[in-house]
């Protein structure tokens, strides 16, 4: 798709009737993601979450990707392949998930500390995901796309941790990904205006060391350059006047985590 594709009132609706079902099936992986069990394990319960659901895993077959799920442990980036790697107490995994639900379609991901995390790990995963709590800010009309790539550079680097430049975020409703691309860096007032009706996945990629990334032979996963920590949080955002409507929701992944405390 090579232009924007504006969405009405009701196609927002279903794009957040879709992107709900992404929350909860990964507010279903909160509940099990554990050290010990396999990430292929989680992959299967999404699935058969999704398909229980009436929708269809967006990532299946995508461009031949053959899971549900992208499942990143520790320096994998994004579009990590469930496997057999059994999760260890310590692991930071990132786990990204969209569904196809009424022909439209939903993006979502979050990283999850699993018991014990060190010092550097813990406080990556809160920065990035507060990085795209600042992003998300700019997703208003009137705003420019480099003014959310500025609120996560710049709160990403005020913290000693770098953003990937290869990776960015992108529309998503009609396709999985649609223009424009929305990347974790840029200059304020820089970029394409943003607009009613605009749907995007805002995205930080952060790392804990160097902004390299390795692409490798899988032709999926990406690991960082320098095997250290990498983490990761998605939503789905409808651009609005003054405050941005957050399609997808954390609520209820962390109020399982919480319980499970």
């Known amino acids: ?36 069990i396999t990430t292929l394990a989680l992959d299967k319960l999404a699935y058969e979450f999704i398909s229980d659901h009436g929708a269809i895993p967006a990532f299946l077959n995508y461009n031949g990707f053959p899971n549900s799920l992208c499942i990143s442990p520790n320096e994998q980036v994004v579009h990590g392949l469930p496997s057999q790697y059994v999760i260890q107490e310590g692991d930071l995994i990132s786990v990204d998930c969209g569904v196809i639900k009424n022909n439209y379609f939903g993006d ?7 018991g014990e995390v ?7 995963v809160e920065v990035t995901k507060h990085c795209l709590t600042l992003g998300i800010e ?7 796309v480099g003014d959310i790539g500025f609120a996560i550079q710049q709160y990403a680097e005020d913290n000693g941790f770098t953003v990937i430049r290869e990776l ?15 990347p974790n860096y840029g200059k304020r007032g820089s970029g394409i205006k943003l607009e009613e009706g605009m749907v ?19 032709g999926w996963t990406v690991t960082t350059k320098d095997s250290r ?21 954390f609520s209820a992944i962390e109020e399982i985590l919480q319980q499970k405390k």
Request: aromatic share 6%; glycine share 8%.
């Open 108 to 114: 979502s991901a979050f990283t999850f500390s699993i």
């Open 200 to 218: 995007i996945a805002i995205e930080p990629m952060i790392n804990a060391g160097s902004a390299g990334i390795i692409f490798h032979q899988d």
């Open 138 to 144: 700019k997703a208003v009309i009137g705003m420019r």
């Open 168 to 182: 960015v975020g992108h529309g998503v409703g009609v396709q999985l990904h649609e223009k424009p691309e929305i």
């Open 1 to 36: 798709m090579s232009k924007i594709y504006y969405k009405s009132l009701e196609e927002i609706e279903l794009i957040r009737d879709s992107s709900l079902l992404v929350s909860n099936t990964l507010a279903e992986v909160a509940k099990v993601i554990t050290a010990g």
């Open 118 to 124: 060190d010092t550097e790990r813990q406080k990556l």
């Open 229 to 249: 920590s990498s983490a990761h949080f998605e939503h789905t955002v409808a651009i609005k006047k003054g405050k941005a409507d957050v399609l997808s929701s």
